[in-house]
């Protein structure tokens, strides 16, 4: 028997009444435990914006995406903001200064290779229907682990300046001994997605899973396509992770000057 999405969370008056309160809880907490790393941020406020803002863009996308799953135009406008919105997101959150733009290189070098093979191979159509969700996953995935490995790798490059300059006068390049010091902790970027990989299936089950399910596919066709989902995100974040690193490396992309 075929679940239908109504019957798994009905929206509703109920259901506005409690991602009120479950957000409300979240900035709570943030503040009363004081999870901010500095004076100058506020998470707790940064909960609730972020949550009014994902109900404004959501309601916003489920307006233009019926257009943009129709139209070739509207497809390609829906792909470049949603890459766009990425690139802005990772590089103020790495570099904080004028460096951010270049967060798009670790983004694309992940994402466009695996579109590209989905599309010349055939598996995934030119259609917004297919597409959009797709590439929209893989970009998220690629956002995710290229903040954590730019600021890992910065965090680590500041802590650990002395043993930078030792390394290169032992005779590293400046490049070298930045990668020795930066990429162990960088790699640890893509520890939660080599760790819902490992347990999927045990311990949660996937959107894609679940979304597939619900549109009335398959179990094993659902598994199928949460697979696929899975293994392209390694690959996406993999190389995410790597180029972010030898960006950091070359200086290319470096931390604000904190006054």
């Keep these: 028997m075929t679940l239908s999405a109504?019957?798994?969370?009905?929206?509703?008056?109920?259901?506005?009444?409690?991602?009120?309160?479950?957000?409300?809880?979240?900035?709570?907490?943030?503040?009363?435990?004081?999870?901010?790393?500095?004076?100058?941020?506020?998470?707790?406020r940064e909960i609730l914006i972020a949550g009014v803002r994902a109900a404004v863009q959501l309601a916003a996308v489920s307006l233009v995406i019926a257009w943009a799953v129709h139209e070739v135009l509207g497809l390609l406008t829906f792909l470049v903001?949603?890459?766009?919105?990425?690139?802005?997101?990772?590089?103020?959150?790495?570099?904080?200064?004028?460096?951010?733009?270049?967060?798009?290189?670790p983004i694309a070098a992940g994402v466009v290779p695996v579109v590209a093979s989905l599309l010349l191979s055939g598996l995934v159509p030119v259609k917004g229907v297919a597409l959009i969700p797709v590439t929209g996953i893989l970009i998220g995935g690629a956002l995710t682990v290229t903040v954590q490995a730019g600021r890992r790798a910065l965090d680590e490059l500041e802590q650990r300046r002395g043993e930078v300059e030792a390394a290169m006068a032992l005779g590293f390049s400046e490049r070298d001994a930045r990668v020795e010091i930066a990429r162990p902790s960088a790699s640890d970027a893509l520890l939660p997605g080599l760790d819902q990989t490992r347990t999927v299936?045990?311990?949660?089950?996937?959107?894609?899973?679940?979304?597939?399910?619900?549109?009335?596919?398959?179990?094993?066709m659902a598994g199928a396509v949460q697979l696929f989902v899975l293994i392209a995100l390694m690959a996406v974040q993999s190389v995410a992770v790597a180029v972010t690193v030898e960006l950091v490396a070359q200086h290319h992309i470096f931390r604000a000057e904190r006054g």
Excluded: E, K, Q, Y
């Design 6 to 44: 109504a019957s798994l969370l009905p929206v509703n008056l109920t259901l506005g009444i409690l991602l009120g309160v479950l957000a409300l809880v979240a900035a709570a907490v943030a503040g009363l435990c004081h999870l901010s790393p500095d004076d100058r941020t506020h998470r707790a």
């Design 81 to 105: 903001v949603m890459f766009s919105v990425a690139v802005r997101t990772a590089g103020r959150r790495i570099t904080g200064n004028h460096t951010w733009w270049l967060a798009c290189v």
């Design 201 to 220: 299936g045990m311990v949660t089950l996937p959107g894609a899973f679940v979304g597939m399910l619900l549109g009335g596919a398959s179990p094993l």
